[in-house]
C-alpha cells in the first residue's frame, strides 16, 4: 500500500508556487527570504524544529528523476501542462547531484527571542535557481507549529515556576508539573511527535510517546520523557460503580512502588477522596508514605478546574493531614498528590494556582496535564508567523524588497539582507538593509548546499531554553 503522505519534496508546496519560476523579473539571480514572529500572544518566541524539518526533507540527494517524472505528471493534471519547471529541477539533477542549492541561516535552536526580529533565512547559491527560496516556503514556515507549542509550554512554565517560588519556596519537581496529554488530540501522529518534543523542552512528563522518538531521533535525547502507571476511566468502570473501591484497591496493589495516578472522577471525586481514598483506603495509601514507596497521585477530572482543585485539596488535607512550609502555605503528606488534567491551558493554569493559593494551598500538591490547549488550540497566527522575501538581485542589481499593505501596515515586512545582533545591553535587535554587522551577526549558517552544517542536541537547546528563574534558582 502506498504512504498516505508524501515523501516527494518537489510536491511538498503550494501549487501555485509550481509557477512561480516564471513570475520573477527577467534576469533574477538571487531570491532572500526571511522568517520571523510579527506578533501575537506571547512577547518572546522560543525557537524550535527547524532541524526537524531540515533533516527530514532537505539532506542530501533528494531531488531525483523519478520524482521530477512524478512532479511532471502530477503538475500537467493538475494545474495543465507545460507549467512545471521541468528544466530547473533537472538542473538541479545534473548539476547539484540533486541536492539543493540554498543556504539556510537561524538562531540556535532553544533561544528565546522577542517577536518582530529575523529567526531564519534562505537564499538560493546558483542563480538559476532563484526561483527555490520560496519554493520552499511551504515547508519551512510548519517550523510555526514547534515554535509555537514550545512558546506556549514555556510561558506556562514561567507560571507554574512563580507559584511554586511564591508558595513552596523551592522549584523542586518543576520538570514533571506539566505532562503532555495532546497525543489522542493532534491530528496526525507527526503533528504529536514535533508539538510533544517542542513541550519537552520545557517539561520531562509525557505520555506522547511519539515525541520522545523524535527527540531521540532528531535531536539525538535517548529520553526525553517519563510517565508512571495511571488509570483511565475504562479500567475503573469496567469494575462498576458498586465496585469503585475495589478498583482503587487494585491499583494500588498492583503498583506498591513508585508513583500512581487513579483517575478518581468516575462517578463523585468528592466522595472518592472523602470516603475511599481518606476513608476505607486510607490505611495503604498511608502505608506508601510510611514504606517511602511513592505518592498517589489523585486525579480529578471533570469540574471547574479552579473550584475543583482546592476542594479536593481541601478534603485531602482533613483527612491525611499537612503541614505549613517555610512560606506559609499548606502542604499534604509527601505520598498524596493531585493531578488536574482537564480544562488546564495558559488561561485557566494561572486561575487554578491562584484559587488555590488564595486557599492557602502551595503549588507543590499540584501538578497539572495538558492536551488540546497544549497541542490543537493555536495556529500559525498566534504568534503571527510570516515568511517574506527582503531582498532580490536582478540583472546584477540588488533590490531591497517589501511589502506594506495600505489596508494592514501591521503586515509590513523588513527590507533587503537582515542580521540579528545584540545590543550593549543584551537585547535582540534586527538590522536591515544589509546595514548590520556580519561578525556581529547572530544567525548560524545550518544548511547549505544539501548538507546540515549545524546539529544541536535536545540537551542544549534545554539549556538555551530556560526560563530565567530557574537559571537564577540554580546559581544560587
Same mark, same amino acid.
Given at each position: 500500500?502506498?504512504?498516505?503522505? @508524501?515523501? @516527494?519534496?518537489?510536491?511538498?508546496?503550494?501549487?501555485?508556487?509550481?509557477?512561480?519560476?516564471?513570475?520573477?523579473?527577467?534576469?533574477?539571480?538571487?531570491?532572500?527570504?526571511?522568517?520571523?514572529?510579527?506578533?501575537?500572544? $506571547?512577547?518572546?518566541? !522560543? $525557537?524550535?524544529?527547524?532541524?526537524?524539518?531540515?533533516?527530514?526533507w532537505l539532506v542530501g540527494q533528494v531531488v531525483t528523476r523519478e520524482k521530477i517524472e512524478e512532479?511532471?505528471?502530477?503538475?500537467?493534471?493538475?494545474?495543465?501542462?507545460?507549467? $512545471? @519547471?521541468?528544466?530547473?529541477?533537472?538542473?538541479? !539533477?545534473?548539476?547539484h547531484g540533486g541536492r539543493l542549492p540554498i543556504r539556510i541561516k537561524a538562531v540556535p535552536e532553544g533561544t528565546v527571542i522577542p517577536y518582530k526580529n529575523v529567526m531564519v533565512t534562505v537564499e538560493n547559491t546558483d542563480p538559476k535557481c532563484y526561483w527555490l527560496t520560496n519554493y520552499l516556503e511551504t515547508l519551512l514556515v510548519q517550523v510555526w507549529y514547534p515554535c509555537t507549542v514550545a512558546t506556549n509550554s514555556r510561558a506556562q512554565k514561567i507560571v507554574i515556576a512563580e507559584n511554586l517560588n511564591d508558595t513552596a519556596g523551592s522549584l523542586a519537581g518543576l520538570p514533571f508539573k506539566l505532562h503532555d496529554f495532546g497525543y489522542r488530540g493532534s491530528t496526525s501522529v507527526e503533528s504529536a511527535a514535533i508539538g510533544g518534543a517542542a513541550h519537552l523542552l520545557n517539561f520531562k512528563g509525557t505520555d506522547n510517546i511519539a515525541a520522545i522518538i523524535l527527540a531521540r531521533d532528531y535531536y539525538g535525547c535517548k529520553m526525553a520523557g517519563f510517565s508512571v502507571p495511571a488509570a483511565e476511566h475504562s479500567t475503573i468502570t469496567s469494575w462498576t460503580k458498586a465496585n469503585e473501591e475495589d478498583a482503587y484497591k487494585n491499583m494500588l496493589s498492583q503498583f506498591p512502588n513508585g508513583t500512581v495516578a487513579c483517575v478518581s472522577d468516575s462517578y463523585d471525586v468528592l466522595n472518592a477522596c472523602e470516603h475511599i481514598w481518606g476513608g476505607h483506603l486510607k490505611e495503604m495509601v498511608c502505608d506508601r508514605g510510611l514504606r517511602g514507596a511513592g505518592p498517589l497521585v489523585i486525579r480529578p477530572d471533570s469540574g471547574d478546574p479552579a473550584t475543583i482543585v482546592v476542594q479536593v485539596l481541601d478534603i485531602l488535607g482533613s483527612k491525611f493531614g499537612y503541614e505549613t512550609n517555610s512560606k506559609g502555605f499548606k502542604v499534604l503528606p509527601p505520598y498524596v498528590r493531585i493531578l488536574q488534567g482537564d480544562g488546564v491551558s495558559y488561561e485557566s493554569l494561572k486561575e487554578i494556582l491562584a484559587n488555590s493559593k488564595g486557599h492557602g494551598w502551595s503549588a507543590e500538591n499540584v501538578s497539572f496535564g495538558s492536551g488540546g490547549a497544549l497541542l490543537q488550540k493555536l495556529d500559525r497566527d498566534t504568534q503571527k508567523f510570516a515568511f517574506k522575501c527582503s531582498y532580490a538581485l536582478v540583472e546584477g542589481h540588488p533590490v531591497n524588497v517589501y511589502k506594506d499593505p495600505v489596508t494592514d501596515h501591521g503586515k509590513i515586512s523588513k527590507k533587503g539582507r537582515l542580521t540579528l545582533e545584540l545590543d550593549a545591553e543584551g537585547h535582540y $535587535?534586527?538590522?536591515?538593509?544589509?546595514?548590520?554587522?556580519?561578525?556581529?551577526?547572530?544567525?548560524?549558517?545550518?544548511?547549505?548546499?544539501?548538507?546540515? !552544517?549545524?546539529?544541536y542536541t535536545f540537551d542544549e537547546i534545554r539549556q538555551r531554553a530556560e526560563v530565567p528563574l530557574c537559571k537564577v534558582c540554580t546559581t544560587v
Open positions: 500500500m502506498a504512504s498516505p503522505c @508524501n515523501d @516527494n519534496l518537489l510536491l511538498a508546496t503550494d501549487s501555485y508556487k509550481v509557477t512561480h519560476h516564471r513570475q520573477y523579473p527577467p534576469g533574477t539571480e538571487t531570491v532572500y527570504s526571511y522568517f520571523e514572529s510579527r506578533g501575537g500572544k $506571547f512577547p518572546e518566541v !522560543l $525557537f524550535f524544529g527547524l532541524q526537524y524539518i531540515i533533516k527530514r512532479a511532471k505528471a502530477f503538475s500537467d493534471a493538475h494545474l495543465g501542462p507545460g507549467l $512545471f @519547471n521541468y528544466s530547473g529541477w533537472m538542473h538541479i !539533477l545534473e548539476k $535587535f534586527t538590522t536591515t538593509e544589509g546595514r548590520g554587522d556580519a561578525a556581529k551577526d547572530l544567525l548560524v549558517t545550518v544548511f547549505e548546499n544539501g548538507e546540515l !552544517l549545524k546539529e
